[in-house]
C-alpha cells in the first residue's frame, strides 16, 4: 500500500476547486445518469479497493464510513492507519438500515461489489432515502452489455469522482501518475514478441473461480505482456471447469492473495491437484502472487502491472535496472 499512501500525501497538498462553480452536474454510472447539487459529505464505501480510491483522492474527511473489508479481506497496516477512526458500517454486505444510520449521502459500490441484482442494496432501492450511488464501471458488465475490461474503466472512475466530490485536480493527477507507469512498462516491453499464456487461480477446489474478459484481471494481464487465458469467456468473475484450464496450458499462474486460505495453500492445492500434473506453469512452477486490491479495480492496478511485467519479461526488466 506505499503507492496509495504516497498518492495521499502529494494529492492532499492539491487545492480543491470554488465547489459553487461546479454543481449540479451529472455523471455517467452504468445505464444511468446521476446528479449532484453537492459533494457528498457522509460518503460510504463498499470492500477495499474502493474505500482505497476514495482515500488515494484525500476524500476521508467526506466519509461516513466503509463496508465489505473485515468480512473477508484484512487489511494492509498501512491502509489500516489511514481508516483509523472510521467506522466500517458492516464487516460484509451493508444493509439500507447502515446506510441510514451513518446519514449516508453518497454509496459507492458495483455490482457483485456491494450491490447484487434484485438485492436489498441497490441504487433503486436507496434512490427514495436520497441517497445516491456511484457503480463501479468494471462492475457493469453485470447489468449491460460490455465489450472488454479496460484501465480506461478506472480512470474513468476516478476522474468522475474527481467531479462528484470537487476535487478534479486531485483525481488528474492521480491518473496522470498511474497511466505513466503503465506506459513506462510498455516501453519497456517494446521489444518483446511473445505473451505467456497466464491463468488466473481466485480459489475454488471444485470449481475454480477466475476472471473472463470482462474482469479487470483481463486488462492487467493484457498489459503486462499475457494473454489470459480465459478471454473468450464473456464473464467478469466467474467459474470455469478444470478441464478448461487443462485445454488451454497456461505458462504462468497468477494467485489472488486474500482471504482465509493463503497463497501458499492455494499454491500447493494447484501443485497437488491431479488433473494439472500436464499444465506447463504447475511442471514449471511458475506463480505470480498479487493481492485482491491489486487484481479488482483500484489505484494498485500500475503496481499489479509492474509486478506481472516483471514476472511475465524478466529480461527487459532486468536490463532497465543495469
Same mark, same amino acid.
Given at each position: ?25 451529472? #455523471? ?5 445518469? #446521476? ?92 434512490a427514495p432515502f436520497d441517497i445516491p450511488v456511484y457503480e463501479l ?45 503503465v506506459e513506462r512498462v510498455a516501453a519497456q516491453m517494446a521489444e ?115 509486478t506481472l511485467a516483471t514476472a511475465l519479461h524478466p529480461q527487459p ?6
Amino acid at each position: 500500500m506505499k503507492s496509495l499512501l504516497t498518492s495521499l500525501a502529494l494529492l492532499a497538498a492539491l487545492p480543491l476547486a470554488a465547489e459553487a462553480d461546479n454543481y449540479p452536474l451529472t #455523471v455517467r454510472s452504468c445505464e444511468r445518469d #446521476v446528479t449532484f447539487t453537492h459533494a457528498p459529505q457522509h460518503a460510504v464505501s463498499h470492500d477495499i479497493n474502493l474505500t482505497g480510491m476514495l482515500l488515494a483522492l484525500g476524500l476521508r474527511d467526506h466519509m461516513a464510513g466503509y463496508s465489505g473489508i473485515s468480512g473477508w479481506k484484512t487489511l494492509d497496516p498501512s491502509l489500516r492507519e489511514a481508516l483509523d477512526g472510521l467506522p466500517e458500517l458492516a464487516p460484509r454486505y451493508v444493509s439500507v438500515e447502515n446506510l441510514l444510520d451513518a446519514n449516508a449521502d453518497f454509496f459507492l459500490a458495483g455490482w457483485s461489489y456491494g450491490m447484487r441484482i434484485g438485492g436489498p442494496v441497490t441504487p433503486q432501492t436507496l434512490a427514495p432515502f436520497d441517497i445516491p450511488v456511484y457503480e463501479l464501471s468494471e462492475s457493469c458488465s453485470w447489468i449491460m452489455p460490455q465489450r472488454q475490461a479496460s484501465l480506461d474503466d478506472l480512470y474513468r472512475d476516478l476522474d468522475n469522482l474527481g467531479r462528484i466530490f470537487d476535487v478534479r485536480e486531485r483525481a488528474t493527477a492521480l491518473v496522470n501518475q498511474l497511466r505513466q507507469r503503465v506506459e513506462r512498462v510498455a516501453a519497456q516491453m517494446a521489444e518483446v514478441r511473445q505473451r505467456p499464456r497466464v491463468f488466473l487461480y481466485d480459489s475454488g477446489e471444485d470449481r475454480p473461480t477466475t476472471s473472463g474478459r470482462l474482469g479487470m484481471p483481463q486488462a492487467l494481464i493484457s498489459a503486462a505482456g499475457g494473454d489470459n487465458v480465459m478471454s473468450d469467456v464473456a464473464a467478469s468473475w466467474t467459474q470455469v471447469n478444470w478441464e478448461s484450464v487443462v485445454e488451454r496450458d497456461p505458462q504462468v499462474i497468477v494467485i489472488v492473495d486474500y482471504g482465509p486460505t493463503s497463497w501458499q495453500q492455494k499454491r500447493d492445492f494447484l501443485l497437488q491437484h491431479p488433473a494439472l500434473g500436464s499444465v506447463e506453469a504447475i511442471r514449471k512452477q511458475r506463480f505470480v502472487v498479487l493481492s485482491y486490491l491489486e487484481v479488482t479495480p483500484s489505484v494498485e492496478n500500475a503496481q499489479a502491472i509492474e509486478t506481472l511485467a516483471t514476472a511475465l519479461h524478466p529480461q527487459p526488466f532486468a536490463e532497465a535496472r543495469r
